[in-house]
């Protein structure tokens, strides 16, 4: 298609067709302020509702001012982007925005990341010419995420990624006018909905109104406590994107500092989640494997495909929306609570102390870990095996809480035995990743042969939904991959409806896997930091000296000292969980 | 069965209805089947006549007597007096205001002298469930032509040549609007009716479809053959039962002849209409929010462009009309676009109808040519002033327009004069306002209005609109500060220059307006802290004049807040920090001491 | 877990509702309609099994229910008392008459009396403007209401 | 209910249904017409002048010609009873008395269609409440 001609400002530039006046004036490096706006690319979210109008322009020939993010370029569109009445209706419309927004810019959680904020600096607002009543909600303490509506803004981008982008539809606009504002069901609390706690809300929310459960304090009280012995597990995604939180470039790798943070930051040990992670492709591996052999050999009753596990915000959803499939998944837990359950067992007996006196934290790029650790089947005698989970976010302020220069700390190693991971445990973090770990290891545990090449490409990548056969020695395996509810809902209509069939489905709740986690720092709309993020994860994992789960020494340890095989009964009474239909019910009176 | 010598038409539109027309209809038929004149006479239930100031109102045919505020008691002695004796009931017969005298047709009546009627030619005319008298009035003939034989271009071109433009708010030509919808491409398309008549004070969209439902499923099914639809939607608001009601009868009687189904008089074209109810919000009169709303959706507007003629209900091309719009659509192809031009003025054609109300002598519904002044509406029309007052202003437009003063009266209305003069047609609303109306008041009333039907989807006028609100509401209290006003209208531009849709674009019209036309009346709230109008209650006091006091007591044993004190025969004082301002002392002294100022 | 308590035949009520619009979600709306006209009011079970039946998030329900006025979740007085506040009733003196009532009945606009008797509603143009300012309880209009008028009416029940 | 299968179906059916509404749509244009009152007042019924407003209708109808008849109070010719008042348009109103079946065929034969002044014409001293 030909190009179209426009002026910006003056400035002349050359566009496809239907590229938004908001495209066309970046082109030419003029920044149009937004707020409500937002597109992710390849990740099936977009957001422009249009409803901010800061990102209003004036264009010849047309009564009203236009928003350039819904605008799309005709020829010979002459496009002001800085007159008067443009930058005089910008700054009213943004002081009428601040007028209904709580004036805690010191104390709010999003202080430093708000795009509300960074808009009113940048416009210069000094003044609030209209006051008058602010709206007020009903808050809400979920055990992952924290509503405080009263600082929504209405952008709706909470609404399209609970929607559409994870068709949780948990949220929609509700009310009208003056009173709308965006909230579950009859202003439910998040705990009585189908909320999946995946934080993707949150990930997009320009504004203190969806933020984490901050738990830093809960860190800090267990860190000063002398009697207890404080272990700390860190996801794999975490050390992709912590850096950026000290201002580091996206898909900076931050291991080393992190490792060295948290040990100066008091915790005993400082142990790794991707320790667990390789635990979690011995167990999940092997089901695999039990149930690939038998469905091979012809039995009737075993289910396939297995689905991964992992991914606490995808079991939830399970749980609410199939219910029916809930014996499908396998039944390894997640790495966060293997790890918690190992620490309160092998590494309590070696330390010698009572479980009740280990408090382990994680750091999670997810807001839905907070949740899993409090399911009350991951609890002995009331204590949990995971006690705190926070966010990458939540460390990157016990870290500045702490004044501890990050940039500067020297690169440190975790400890031994829980601390010692391979490459396939890293690559969890991003999507695909744990499925190609466990490949790593099915392949060989099932042929009994070397893998040729570890790399698979075909499992990599940012689509929604990725499918791939990779040969198993002349069994031709077939494999699904969906990030994002709504990817894994369609693969998994699909799947019910016959469309498709795999042997083996790796599910994650996040757009990217949990780089883009809702835990981790805010992308602000840039999708170049997830796949700088995701990058980072394949380097250190082509970086390690050892990339098979089950090459991992300390693991093969840990089954010869103390689990036994995996699926046999210790692993199975401690790695091993169950789902639950949390379907909605109709009861009969 | 003999002819029926007398038809007594009966008025069925909510107004008359609220007010027991269908009473008196049951005691007609009581009265007439007493006197053994069951067969001689018929009673028609009709739509609106348009008089509402005067209902239940009747006319008795063929002689056209007209009797006003016609009581259920009243059927027995008309029957007795007027059929049987020949006799007019002078009682029940309007009186002009100026004469004094008697009126008896009512085409002799200041209110029906100007009037041309296109869209109510048969409202008042034909029994509106009875599609046999739509037929004798060459109902569906339009259709019947079109189809057999005109190409949908040549359609379109009549409607085109018309200069029809679009009656429920915005003008925009109708027969450039069809063409645009018939040449987007799609195997699927609609015709939509917006019947979602939202304005506070406007009530000619229910009148039309109580009164003459089938000209809108007519037209309703001329545009779908002219743009390529077979589906019909009307979407109208669910607090018109009466409407709703009529159309579904007459939805299923257009069924039974086949002018509504597949392949209308024999030709290949089908086309029906299905019904969908609003429920409550003035957004959905904009028309991408009446699609959405349609579709099962919160009824928020989207930005246009793509317009509706291009992806509309469902994402298919879609035309979407108001009621009054398509009620003219028949008579232009029964009697052609070059005499549908001669009424009306050089760039707005044919007639206008509006809901005449307020403070007017004559509260009902007209229909006059394009270009009728404003004084001719208010004062031949309407009567002039209520209890002969002094008037103020006139609002059109509703919520969406703005007032017009002395100085407009004798503008002609059209589309571009309204707009030019700070106002817009709307769907025509028209609320007349007296010397005892506070502008800054009447702005307030609007804004309150718009704040509640906001949507909410678009900053400036969620939170502008409340924004202008409050101050306006601290102006009428009396709390306003010098910068107000010059925020106020800042406020008022940048959300009329802001805003998503056509109704936060024109909200702030009625604060504009005010300032444009009375802006002295908002420097005396602001500055002298006084209401010019006496309405604005928190600036106004009640005081009592010692001279005229006699003590009776009275005014302090009906104050609610116990304000008043004085000695029995002794003249009283109001505490005014007590005062709550209830007006119940003014009311009930005798002597004319309490004075409000 | 959610649980919906509902008896069974309203279970059936609404299932055969919303079968009647075949269970499309773009009938939501005439579905919500027909789920009033039964129950007076559109308590939360009865959004959550609508939703449940049209195949929709119960949060979208609920959007859609809390934007359009004429839907209502609290169950409406005996005596639904509907004040018009559209223009030309407001310029006769209808929030006069709205006073009048919210001081009669003691509550609020919007709110039932704790008997039950009463709710207390405005609405926008009633199309009686002839009339005005108009008051409808239940289906009876008031026309030409003023404000001393309104202790007799709320005697007449 | 048959449907209505052509345009000529609906043009024929129209013509038909308008004999149904033909009293209003003459009510709305009256000057136009020929206006027949009959007085109707007791002495007036008394002595059958409903029996011959019925003719009128009927045979103004048989013959196509558009007339509005309608009922009047007592002029006040009781003794002439049943009377009538006629008004071709644009001419003086005429009163007729003692009309019956007879006498009014011979209106319509001669007045109504062809202007003839016919026997029986009664002088007007009144007002109606219609020419005040």
Same mark, same amino acid.
Not at chain 2, 49 to 60: A, D, L, N, R, S
Not at chain 2, 86 to 112: A, C, I, N, Q, W
Not at chain 2, 128 to 142: K, S
């Given at each position: 298609m030909e190009k179209i001609n426009i002026i910006i400002d003056d400035k002349q530039v050359a566009v496809e067709p239907g590229t938004t006046v908001l495209h066309a004036a970046r082109l030419i490096g003029i920044k149009i302020p937004t707020l409500c706006y937002m597109k992710l690319d390849d990740l099936n979210f977009e957001n422009k509702p249009g409803g901010c109008r800061i990102c209003v322009v004036e264009i010849e020939g047309r009564r009203n001012l236009a928003p350039a993010c819904k605008t799309e370029c005709t020829a010979g569109m002459k496009v002001k982007t800085n007159t008067i009445r443009v930058i005089n209706s910008r700054r009213t419309v943004l002081e009428l925005i601040l007028s209904n927004h709580p004036a805690e810019c010191l104390i709010c959680a999003k202080s430093g990341d708000c795009e509300l904020q960074s808009l009113a600096h940048k416009l210069g607002i000094r003044e609030i010419h209209y006051q008058g009543e602010k709206s007020k909600f009903k808050g809400d303490k979920s055990p992952s995420i924290i509503r405080e509506m009263e600082k929504c803004v209405m952008c709706r981008r909470c609404e399209t990624a609970c929607n559409e982008v994870q068709t949780v539809g948990v949220l929609s606009a509700i009310n009208r006018g003056f009173n709308s504002v965006v909230a579950p069901a009859f202003e439910m609390d998040f705990d009585k909905t189908t909320c999946t706690y995946c934080g993707q809300c949150v990930a997009v929310c320009p504004t203190g109104a969806l933020t984490e459960r901050d738990l830093t304090w809960r860190v800090i009280e267990a860190l000063v406590n002398p009697e207890k012995t404080v272990v700390v597990q860190t996801a794999p995604a975490v050390r992709a994107a912590l850096g950026e939180a000290f201002g580091m470039e996206p898909g900076t790798l931050v291991t080393g500092k992190m490792t060295a943070a948290l040990r100066k930051l008091g915790f005993n040990y400082v142990f790794d989640t991707d320790f667990a992670a390789d635990l979690t492709i011995m167990e999940e591996g092997t089901e695999i494997l039990d149930r690939l052999s038998k469905f091979l050999k012809g039995d009737k009753d075993v289910k396939l495909p297995i689905l991964t596990s992992c991914c606490p915000g995808w079991v939830n959803f399970l749980e609410h929306n199939f219910p029916e499939l809930k014996d499908v998944p396998s039944t390894a837990k997640s790495p966060q609570q293997m790890f918690g359950a190992i620490a309160k067992s092998y590494f309590a007996d070696k330390l010698g102390i009572k479980r009740e006196d280990m408090i382990v934290v994680s750091v999670m790029p997810c807001l839905a870990k907070k949740y899993e650790s409090m399911r009350p089947e991951f609890s002995v005698n009331g204590d949990p095996d995971v006690n705190i989970s926070i966010s990458t976010r939540e460390l990157a302020q016990l870290i500045r809480n702490a004044n501890i220069d990050f940039n500067s700390l020297p690169d440190e190693d975790f400890d031994s035995p829980l601390g010692a991971s391979t490459g396939a445990a890293v690559i969890f973090g991003t999507t695909g990743g744990v499925i190609e770990a466990a490949v790593r290891s099915a392949y060989e545990l099932f042929t009994k042969k070397q893998l040729p090449k570890l790399d698979f490409e075909e499992l990599r990548g940012l689509e929604g939904i990725r499918q791939a056969t990779i040969d198993f020695d002349g069994t031709p395996i077939n494999i699904g991959i969906a990030h994002g509810l709504g990817n894994a809902r369609k693969l998994l209509d699909d799947l019910k409806a016959g469309k498709c069939s795999f042997h083996a489905i790796e599910i994650m709740a996040c757009p990217g896997g949990c780089i883009g986690g809702g835990g981790q720092p805010y992308h602000h709309g840039n999708v170049e930091i997830l796949r700088k993020r995701q990058s980072a994860l394949y380097i250190e994992d082509k970086n390690k000296p050892l990339r098979k789960s089950h090459e991992n020494p300390f693991i093969v340890q840990l089954y010869d000292e103390f689990l036994g095989k995996p699926l046999e009964h210790k692993a199975h009474e401690l790695l091993h969980t169950h789902y639950f239909d949390k379907k909605k019910k109709i009861i009969i009176e | 069965m003999?002819?029926?010598?007398?038809?007594?038409?009966?008025?069925?539109?909510?107004?008359?209805?609220?007010?027991?027309?269908?009473?008196?209809?049951?005691?007609?038929?009581?009265?007439?089947?007493?006197?053994?004149?069951?067969?001689?006479?018929?009673?028609?239930?009709?739509?609106?006549?348009?008089?509402?100031?005067?209902?239940?109102?009747?006319?008795?045919?063929?002689?056209?007597?007209?009797? @006003?505020?016609?009581?259920?008691?009243? !059927?027995?002695?008309?029957?007795?007096?007027?059929? @049987?004796?020949?006799?007019? @009931?002078?009682?029940?017969?309007?009186?002009?205001?100026?004469?004094?005298?008697? @009126?008896?047709?009512?085409?002799?009546?200041?209110?029906?002298?100007?009037?041309?009627?296109?869209?109510?030619?048969?409202?008042?005319?034909?029994?509106?469930?009875?599609?046999?008298?739509?037929?004798?009035?060459?109902?569906? !003939? !339009?259709?019947?032509?079109?189809?057999?034989?005109?190409?949908?271009?040549? !359609?379109?071109?009549?409607?085109?040549?018309?200069?029809?433009?679009?009656?429920?708010?915005?003008?925009?030509?109708?027969?450039?609007?069809?063409?645009?919808?018939?040449?987007?491409?799609?195997?699927?398309?609609?015709?939509?009716?917006?019947?979602d008549e939202g304005d506070p004070g406007a009530f000619m969209d229910r009148s039309i479809l109580e009164g003459d439902p089938h000209s809108v499923l007519e037209a309703m099914a001329i545009c779908g053959y002219c743009i390529g639809a077979n589906v019909g939607v009307i979407y109208i608001r669910a607090e018109y039962p009466l409407a709703i009601q009529r159309l579904k009868i007459a939805i299923q009687q257009a069924r039974d002849y086949g002018l509504l189904g597949n392949e209308i008089l024999g030709s290949k074209f089908n086309f029906d209409i299905e019904i969908r109810y609003g429920a409550g919000a003035f957004v959905c009169g904009e028309e991408t929010a009446l699609i959405h709303s349609m579709e099962g959706l919160r009824g928020e507007p989207t930005v246009k462009p793509p317009f509706p003629a291009v992806s509309g209900y469902k994402g298919k091309p879609t035309n979407v009309n108001n009621v009054e719009t398509f009620a003219n659509i028949p008579p232009i192809f029964l009697k052609g676009s070059s005499w549908f031009k001669t009424i009306g003025n050089e760039k707005s054609k044919g007639t206008k109808v509006f809901a005449l109300a307020g403070k007017v002598n004559n509260v009902g519904l007209i229909e006059v040519p394009m270009g009728t002044t404003l004084r001719e509406v208010i004062f031949d029309i309407g009567g002039g002033i209520k209890d002969g007052k002094k008037f103020k202003a006139v609002q059109t437009g509703g919520p969406s327009g703005g007032c017009l003063t002395e100085k407009h009266l004798d503008t002609p209305i059209d589309y571009d004069n309204l707009i030019a003069s700070g106002s817009m047609m709307g769907s025509g609303g028209m609320v007349v306002l007296d010397e005892d109306d506070c502008m800054v008041d009447v702005a307030r009333f609007y804004l309150d209005f718009t704040v509640e039907e906001s949507c909410g989807k678009c900053a400036p006028c969620r939170i502008g609109n409340k924004r202008m609100n409050e101050m306006l509401e601290k102006i009428t209290m009396g709390k306003g500060e010098e910068d107000d006003i010059i925020r106020l209208k800042n406020l008022a531009n940048v959300i009329k220059d802001t805003s998503l849709c056509g109704l936060g674009q024109t909200s702030p019209n009625p604060v504009l307006s005010t300032m444009d036309n009375f802006m002295h009346e908002y420097v005396a709230h602001v500055h002298d802290k006084k209401c010019p109008a006496k309405q604005c209650k928190a600036l106004m006091q009640y005081s009592i004049d010692p001279n005229k006091c006699v003590g009776c007591t009275l005014c302090s044993r009906v104050c609610p807040v116990d304000a008043i004190s004085g000695e029995r025969k002794e003249p009283h004082k109001i505490n005014a920090a007590l005062c709550i301002k209830c007006g119940a002392c003014m009311e009930k002294c005798k002597f004319g001491a309490i004075s409000l100022s | 877990m959610t649980e919906i308590k509902l008896s069974e035949c309203n279970v059936e009520k609404i299932k055969e509702l919303c079968k009647k619009f075949n269970n499309d979600s773009g009938e939501l709306i005439n579905v919500l309609h027909g789920a009033q006209e039964v129950f007076g009011y559109l308590p939360a079970e009865v959004q959550e099994l609508i939703a449940e039946e049209l195949k929709v998030s119960v949060a979208h329900v609920y959007g859609v229910v809390s934007f359009y006025s004429f839907f209502s979740m609290l169950p409406k007085g005996k005596f639904p008392i509907s004040i018009c506040m559209g223009t030309a009733c407001y310029v006769r003196g209808a929030e006069k008459v709205v006073d009048e009532f919210k001081q009669m009945l003691n509550i609020k606009v919007g709110d039932t009396t704790p008997d039950g008797k009463f709710s207390l509603s405005c609405l926008r143009c009633v199309g009686a403007c002839g009339l005005a300012p108009v008051v409808t309880i239940g289906d009876k209009v008031y026309g030409r209401v003023s404000a001393s008028e309104v202790k007799k009416i709320i005697a007449e029940y | 209910m048959a449907k209505v299968k052509t345009l000529a179906d609906l043009r024929k059916m129209s013509e038909d249904l308008k004999t149904k509404i033909q009293l209003r749509e003459k009510g709305d244009n009256p000057e136009s017409m020929i206006q027949l009152k009959v007085s109707m007042a007791t002495c007036g019924i008394a002595s059958g002048a409903k029996e011959v407003m019925d003719f009128f209708i009927e045979e103004l109808d048989k013959q196509n010609i558009d007339a509005v008849v309608t009922q009047t109070g007592c002029m006040g010719y009781c003794f002439a009873e049943p009377t009538i008042e006629i008004t071709l348009p644009g001419q003086d109103p005429i009163v007729y008395g003692f009309v019956n079946e007879l006498k009014a065929k011979e209106i319509i034969e001669k007045y109504v269609k062809n202007g003839e002044m016919v026997e029986g014409i009664i002088p007007t001293n009144y007002q109606t409440p219609d020419n005040q």
């Open positions: - | 003999g002819k029926f010598k007398n038809h007594i038409l009966v008025c069925l539109g909510t107004g008359c209805r609220a007010s027991q027309s269908e009473e008196i209809i049951r005691n007609f038929k009581t009265a007439l089947e007493e006197n053994d004149l069951e067969n001689d006479v018929q009673i028609v239930g009709t739509g609106c006549f348009g008089f509402c100031e005067k209902g239940p109102v009747i006319k008795m045919v063929p002689d056209n007597t007209f009797y @006003v505020l016609v009581n259920p008691e009243d !059927a027995n002695e008309i029957v007795l007096e007027h059929i @049987v004796k020949g006799r007019k @009931v002078e009682r029940l017969l309007y009186v002009d205001p100026e004469t004094k005298k008697h @009126v008896s047709d009512s085409k002799h009546m200041g209110f029906y002298k100007k009037q041309i009627r296109i869209a109510l030619r048969n409202c008042g005319f034909i029994n509106p469930e009875n599609i046999d008298e739509y037929i004798a009035r060459d109902g569906y !003939a !339009a259709l019947g032509s079109v189809i057999s034989e005109m190409t949908p271009q040549e !359609a379109i071109n009549v409607v085109k040549d018309s200069e029809l433009r679009g009656r429920g708010g915005g003008g925009f030509p109708t027969g450039l609007k069809w063409e645009l919808t018939k040449k987007s491409n799609s195997d699927q398309k609609y015709v939509v009716c917006n019947a | - | -």
